[in-house]
Nanobody
Framework: QVQLVESGGGLVQAGDSLRLSCAAS????????LGWFRQAPGNEREFVAA????????AYADSVKGRFTISRDNAKNTMYLQMNSLKPEDTAVYYCAAGTFSSIVSRVPDRYNYWGQGTQVTVSS
């Protein structure tokens, strides 16, 4: 089992950058595929980015490709989401998730077994 805690959210202006972190407990962090999802009020939770167990494979939603970068440091049990050129439509609660599925990465929320509590990102215009 793994526990996930997000941090790094906040209120920024359009065009600014933020880096989210997801710290995990446990000694098997590297055995989990990881992902970032977000949920805006009135919307369903949507995929943002995913990274494989070793960090060699990544996937991004089209809406963030070229602006966001996902990474992980297995030695520190931490995953990151570097968000650049933020837009008001990026405003949401951002969640990190860990999964034991066999595929390298996944865009499907239901495939992830563990979730953090979320961190709010608000981008003003």
């Amino acid at each position: 089992q793994v526990q996930l805690v997000e941090s790094g959210g906040g209120l920024v202006q359009a065009g600014d950058s933020l880096r989210l972190s997801c710290a995990a407990s446990g000694r098997t962090f590297s055995s989990y595929a990881l992902g970032w999802f977000r949920q805006a009020p009135g919307n369903e939770r949507e995929f943002v980015a995913a990274i494989s167990r070793g960090g060699g494979a990544t996937a991004y939603a089209d809406s963030v490709k070229g602006r966001f970068t996902i990474s992980r440091d297995n030695a520190k049990n931490t995953m990151y989401l570097q968000m650049n050129s933020l837009k008001p439509e990026d405003t949401a609660v951002y969640y990190c998730a860990a999964g034991t599925f066999s595929s390298i990465v996944s865009r499907v929320p239901d495939r992830y077994n563990y979730w953090g509590q979320g961190t709010q990102v608000t981008v003003s215009s």
